[in-house]
Structures are given as C-alpha cells and as structure tokens.
C-alpha cells in the first residue's frame, strides 16, 4: 500500500482483509503509520522527498503483486514492473487504460500549474 496516498478507512479495511485472508501486505510511507499487530502486516519508512517512497514501492515490488495506490505516476511505474495497481475507490489501473489516465493527470497538473484550473481531483 501506498501509505502516503491511500485515505485512512481503505487502509483500515486493507488490514482487516490482509489479517483475516492471511495474505501479506507492506506499508510504506514516509511518515509513521500506524498498523495494528498482524503476523501479514508490516511497514517501511522512508526518508521525506518527493517520490522517495513510490520509487521503494517499485524496488519492492515482484510481478504479479498488488499495489493499492491513488498516484497515478506510481500506478503506471507498477503496471510497467508487471504489478497490479488498484486505485483506493476500488478502480484497477491496467495497461489498456494507464496511458490516457497519465496524460489526463499531466494535463491537469498543468493547466492548475497555470492558474487554468484551480481545483484539484475530487475528495475520497
């Protein structure tokens, strides 16, 4: 899980999920978050910066896993490792659809950077 970019009720219910399916599941963020005691749950913390804890993620990550994030930038490096990337509303990101949904990000980012558009995307 992208802790960082993941609202706090989806971690919640990853963990029950993680600990009652006995699947294993790994935080990272770059502040401290807190995981209830789980043989399935465990955390990384990374140092602050931009990006410092997507580009751990990615050096985690092995084909074929999960990874529940709502940056769009770090859903499109998982898809390229052969991962999963499931956005925390429950939508999954794959490589039919990530290109267009990167763009429109980069679009956006763009036109708020100048003053085009001065809301960001919507709340959870």
Do not use: W
Request: charge should be negative; aromatic fraction near 2%; proline fraction near 5%.
């Amino acid at each position: 899980i992208d802790g960082d970019a993941c609202p706090g009720d989806v971690k919640e219910l990853l963990f029950r999920t993680a600990d009652r399916r006995k699947i294993r599941m790994t935080v990272v963020a770059n502040s401290s978050i807190r995981v209830p005691r789980s043989d399935y749950l465990s955390t990384v913390l990374v140092s602050d910066g931009a990006n410092v804890a997507d580009r751990r993620i990615v050096e985690l990550l092995e084909p074929g896993d999960l990874v529940v994030t709502a940056d769009i930038p770090l859903a499109a490096d998982v898809i390229a490792q052969g991962g999963e990337a499931l956005d925390p509303r429950g939508e999954l990101h794959t490589e039919a659809t990530i290109g267009q949904r990167l763009a429109m990000r980069n679009l956006l980012d763009q036109m708020r950077g100048s003053g085009a558009v001065i809301r960001g995307p919507s709340g959870y």
